[in-house]
C-alpha cells in the first residue's frame, strides 16, 4: 500500500511540473495505436548487491489522443491496453512465465525538433490489473504486484500525411522507478525488480475535433 501512495504522489509531482498554455489551441486529434515492445527486467540483490535482468516482450493498443497548442508543441495522451511477458524456456520449450496485463495512461510533450521530427517526453502511469505466474498451469499474483505503477518516458517520432489520415511512427523507452512487487510479497524480500520497456510506436490519427 506504501509503494501506491509513493507512486501516486510521484506521478502528481511530475504532472504538476507541465508548463502548458492551453490559450493557443491548434486542434485535437483521436485516433488508433498499435505498439509491439521489448521489455526489460531489471534486478538487483538487495544483500550483495549483484545486478542481473531478464527481457521479454509486450504490446501496447489503443486510443491516442494529441492536442497541439502551439506550432512545435503538443500534448499527448490517451489511453491503451498494454500486455507483457517473461518466457523461461529450455531447448525452446516454455518452462514458466510471468505476464501481466494493465492499463496505460501517458501524459507526454512533445517538441518538434527539425522538419517533422519531435522529441517525446514526460510521464504516465499503468494500472496493472491481471497478473499471472505460469509453470504449467497458471497462478494468480495479483496479490504479490504493484498495481499502479508510475513511468517516466522519452522518445522521437516523426509524422506524414496520408491521405486524410496522419501517421505518427516512433521509438519511445519508459523507465519504470519502483519495485514491481509489493514490499510485503515473497518475490521482494531479497530483491528489487523494475521494468524498462522500448516501444515501437505507429499510431493512425484519424479524427479532428
Not at 509503494?3 to 501516486?8: H, I, V, W
Not at 504479490?144 to 508510475?150: E, F, L, S
Not at 523507452?173 to 522500448?198: D, G, L, M, Y
Amino acid at each position: 500500500m506504501r509503494e501506491q501512495q509513493t507512486a501516486m504522489r510521484f506521478l502528481f509531482f511530475l504532472v504538476i511540473l507541465f508548463p502548458l498554455n492551453l490559450k493557443a489551441q491548434e486542434g485535437l486529434k483521436v485516433g488508433l495505436e498499435v505498439a509491439p515492445s521489448w521489455v526489460v527486467n531489471t534486478h538487483r540483490n538487495l544483500s550483495t548487491g549483484v545486478r542481473s535482468s531478464e527481457s521479454g516482450y509486450g504490446f501496447n493498443v489503443g486510443i491516442p489522443i494529441k492536442y497541439g497548442f502551439s506550432e512545435t508543441t503538443s500534448l499527448i495522451t490517451g489511453l491503451t491496453y498494454e500486455y507483457i511477458a517473461f518466457d523461461n524456456r529450455v531447448n525452446n520449450t516454455l518452462i514458466s512465465s510471468n505476464r501481466f496485463g494493465a492499463i496505460n495512461v501517458p501524459l507526454v510533450l512533445g517538441y518538434q525538433l527539425s522538419g517533422n521530427w519531435n522529441l517525446n517526453g514526460g510521464v504516465g502511469f499503468k494500472y496493472v490489473f491481471l497478473s499471472r505466474a505460469w509453470s504449467g498451469f497458471a497462478v494468480d499474483i495479483s496479490n504479490a504486484v504493484n498495481q499502479i505503477q508510475p513511468y517516466l518516458n522519452l522518445g522521437v517520432s516523426t509524422q506524414t500525411e496520408w491521405s486524410t489520415t496522419t501517421v505518427e511512427y516512433g521509438l519511445n523507452a519508459r523507465f519504470h522507478p519502483i519495485n514491481i512487487w509489493e514490499s510485503t510479497a515473497a518475490q521482494a524480500a531479497n530483491n528489487t525488480s523494475k521494468i524498462v520497456a522500448f516501444d515501437l510506436s505507429l499510431k493512425f490519427f484519424l479524427f479532428d475535433l
